[in-house]
């Protein structure tokens, strides 16, 4: 079974781990279906804000030219300084 503190909101979790500015932003992103989720090795696309990610979830997504492809390492308590948000994820090879 999942804990509370193993999983959150895919637009709260982009928020926290400063991918967007707001949350507003991250919950349109998250809504434009733009966004990948890999679990347990299926691939599915995200298209609601509510979404639940989970430790160990790997995020693909594009923020501008940039391409971005995370292992979700933590879920955070706040949107707090970008060392803590740093700590949210790694970045994936």
Do not use: N
Request: hydrophobic content about 40%.
């Amino acid at each position: 079974m999942d804990s509370a503190s193993d999983t959150c909101r895919i637009d709260v979790w982009l928020w926290r781990a400063r991918f967007f500015k707001t949350r507003a932003l991250s919950a349109k992103f998250a809504e434009s279906g733009l966004l990948r989720l890999e679990r347990f090795s299926q691939t599915a696309r995200i298209q609601k804000a509510g979404h639940t990610v989970r430790i160990g979830d790997r995020l693909t997504f594009a923020i501008g030219a940039r391409l971005i492809d995370v292992r979700v390492l933590g879920m955070g308590e706040r949107r707090g300084p970008a060392s803590e948000a740093q700590g949210l994820y790694e970045i994936c090879e």
